[in-house]
């Protein structure tokens, strides 16, 4: 039997899509910083759409500790423990596909446009 969705959820999904989308508009053409949690050993987003000079935070909410990780290691977030956060900087040259050491099923990318 499949269970329907309650208002909740849906609400949250829709606000977390604006959310998504709000990040990555801009106006003016000033550097916009992508929010990235990790829970439930996933990054969300997996897919990031960011303009070089963007900043990107990623913010462990489970309990085991993370990294986000460039395929090649050229960039890393370090450890981070639950709460603990890292941003980068978007540049032009960087690896666009990155995954967590500790958990190699991670994995997420970034678009430049």
């Known amino acids: ?9 849906v609400l949250g999904g829709a606000l ?17 910083v992508h929010e990235v949690t ?3 050993f996933t990054f969300e987003p997996a897919h990031l ?13 489970d309990i085991a500790p993370h990294t986000a990780s460039a395929d090649d290691i050229s960039w890393d977030t370090g450890e981070l423990k639950q709460g603990e956060s890292a941003e980068m900087v978007v540049n032009d040259g960087i690896i ?18």
């Open 1 to 9: 039997m499949q269970k329907g969705l309650s208002r909740r959820a």
């Open 16 to 32: 977390a899509s604006a959310s998504a989308l709000s990040f990555s508009a801009r106006a003016d053409g000033t550097p916009v």
């Open 38 to 40: 990790i829970k439930r």
């Open 49 to 61: 759409r960011v303009q070089a000079g963007d900043t990107i935070r990623w913010t462990n909410l």
């Open 96 to 113: 666009l596909t990155y995954f967590c050491v500790f958990h190699p099923h991670m994995k997420g990318s970034i678009e430049i446009v």
